[in-house]
């Protein structure tokens, strides 16, 4: 007997730390370190999830707020550092509206 697949998962927004856009699909990337994959674009996860919550990074990344534990910039490059040690590249472009949404006293609450 084959195994059921699973058509709707339901996830907590406080269980995902990011959602990664890869081509027509979303990787969503939680606390308990599994991956969910969404047959969704990125764009309409923007649309669904809270704007307060999370931050549109880069053209393929979402991060959970919480989840940053930093901001740096080096050499005329910013990234965001996510509590994993990964490094998130800012655009340029989008950095006065990342430096503008993101607010570390949310993050430490």
Not at 48 to 55: E, S
Not at 68 to 74: A, H, L
């Amino acid at each position: 007997m084959k195994t059921p697949k699973i058509l709707v998962e339901i996830l907590r927004t406080s269980s995902i730390n990011f959602v990664e856009a890869d081509e027509n699909y979303s990787v969503f990337h939680l606390k308990s370190g599994s991956k969910v994959v969404s047959g969704y674009t990125l764009k309409f996860h923007v649309d669904q999830l809270d704007k307060h919550t999370f931050l549109r990074v880069n053209r393929s990344m979402l991060v959970n707020r919480k989840y940053i534990k930093s901001v740096m910039s080096e050499n005329s490059s910013s990234f965001a550092i996510l509590q994993d040690g990964r490094s998130i590249p800012i655009p340029r472009r989008r950095l006065k509206i990342f430096q503008e949404a993101y607010d570390p006293k949310v993050i430490l609450n």
